[in-house]
């Protein structure tokens, strides 16, 4: 059966985990532990995405992750293949290193966001290797002091827009007190989490007509108007939305939607570069769910 593709929009927000094969260790020094992180230190200058928190274990690692332009498959195929090869000659092996498949879990990045990344900085202590979240080789100090690999600062704002404050208060989000409820939340907001992400994925591309059926019983869209120009404010902003969406969620084609639209294709690539999805993500969401319910 054929796997699934993964969802991919400028963006997204995942949770990454990616264990070693038959449960194997993947890094079985502070050297090899290093070496991992410098090469995703490299990918993320090469593909601009950003990491808010990661946790490297000696079987299993997690990484949360937003992804731009480049997909996130394209950016985690480098990384592990860069690391096996570095690991097998290392240690004169041969073979995979990783679990053939990570598994990536779709975030809701407005309500998980500060569970997730306590839930990925308390994985040490769930394993009994630490009893705070100041592990050596998490995220978790990058924010007390200079990053190094991580991006801190939209964290960091959701606390305070004074830094010292905003540290205080992530580490005492962070910290130990309550710890054991801390944690079973956590999980459970975890478990919620791969529900959601779980059904994203089953939403596989839909076909041109089910998209337009949709967005036309949703919008009332005429595309005549659009085509002739007669249109308001409100219109292009459904059209941005229309176009964002479309690339997430259908395997419609550019030149189909300029045909719609009375767009050429570099004209829908500049609506969808120009678009801010911040400003436009709560109708997006809503547009979404009524077309993957439907």
């Not at 194997?24 to 070496?35: C, H, L, M, P, T």
């Not at 808010?52 to 949360?64: K, P």
């Not at 294709?265 to 997006?284: A, H, M, Q």
Request: net charge positive; with cysteine; hydrophobic share 35%.
């Amino acid at each position: 059966m054929a796997r699934r593709p993964r969802v991919h929009y400028s963006g997204a927000l995942y949770h990454v985990i990616v264990r070693g094969n038959n449960k194997a260790y993947i890094f079985e020094g502070e050297a090899d532990k290093v070496n991992y992180k410098e090469i995703i230190k490299n990918y993320k200058k090469k593909y601009l995405f950003l990491i808010y928190a990661y946790c490297i274990m000696d079987n299993h690692a997690h990484i949360l992750i937003e992804i731009k332009n480049t997909e996130l498959s394209k950016i985690m195929q480098g990384i592990q293949q860069v690391y096996t090869q570095v690991f097998n000659k290392k240690y004169e092996r041969t073979g995979h290193v990783f679990e053939q498949r990570y598994k990536a879990i779709l975030c809701d990045k407005e309500n998980y966001f500060l569970e997730l990344i306590r839930y990925i900085h308390q994985n040490p202590i769930k394993a009994e290797i630490t009893k705070t979240p100041n592990y050596k080789w998490s995220s978790y100090a990058e924010y007390l002091g200079l990053p190094e690999l991580v991006d801190t600062s939209y964290l960091l704002m959701r606390f305070s827009k004074n830094r010292q404050e905003a540290i205080k208060k992530y580490q005492k989000f962070m910290g130990a007190a309550d710890l054991q409820d801390n944690i079973q939340d956590a999980y459970a907001v975890e478990e919620e989490v791969e529900k959601i992400g779980e059904k994203v994925e089953l939403t596989m591309k839909i076909g041109k007509d089910k998209y337009l059926e949709s967005v036309i019983d949703y919008y009332n869209v005429n595309f005549e108007e659009y085509k002739n120009g007669r249109i308001t404010k409100e219109d292009r902003r459904k059209r941005a939305i229309i176009l964002l969406l479309s690339k997430e969620i259908s395997d419609i084609s550019n030149n189909e939607l300029g045909e719609l639209f009375g767009l050429t294709p570099s004209g829908i690539s500049k609506i969808l570069t120009r678009t801010d999805y911040n400003l436009v993500k709560d109708e997006y969401n809503k547009l979404k769910m009524s077309i993957c319910q439907a």
